[in-house]
């Protein structure tokens, strides 16, 4: 059975640094578009970054642009997001998933930043 698990997450200061990690049980990551998602509270889950299968391609949602790195290792099945600069506005639930997010949702890793 499928089961994504999310962590690194925690309370940190305006302009520090996390790195998340997302780990799959039951499925590989192999050969999948995989992305990160958040959901902050009081609004919708939205995209955050998603890479390609190979690790070659990246994408970015405008406001983590430049701050924000996803990277992979399909050997260990794992998907990293390294988080830098991080600001108040970037306090949310952190989700991995397939880019679409057909998968089943883990449970998140809470990130809270502080001004």
């Known amino acids: 059975q499928l089961q994504l698990e999310e962590s690194g997450g925690g309370q940190v200061q305006a302009g520090g640094s996390l790195r998340l990690s997302c780990a799959a049980s039951?499925?590989?990551?192999?050969?999948?578009?995989m992305a990160w998602f958040r959901r902050a509270p009081g609004k919708e889950r939205e995209f955050v970054a998603m890479?390609?299968?190979?690790?070659?391609?990246?994408y970015y949602a405008d406001s983590v642009k430049g701050r924000f790195t996803i990277s992979r290792d399909n050997v260990k099945n794992t998907v990293y997001l390294q988080m830098n600069s991080l600001k108040p506005e970037d306090t949310a639930v952190y989700y991995c998933?397939?880019?679409?997010?057909?998968?089943?949702w883990g449970q998140g890793t809470q990130v809270t930043v502080s001004s």
């Open positions: 998933n397939v880019y679409g997010g057909t998968w089943p």
């Open positions: 890479i390609n299968s190979s690790g070659g391609r990246t």
């Open positions: 039951g499925r590989t990551f192999t050969g999948n578009t």
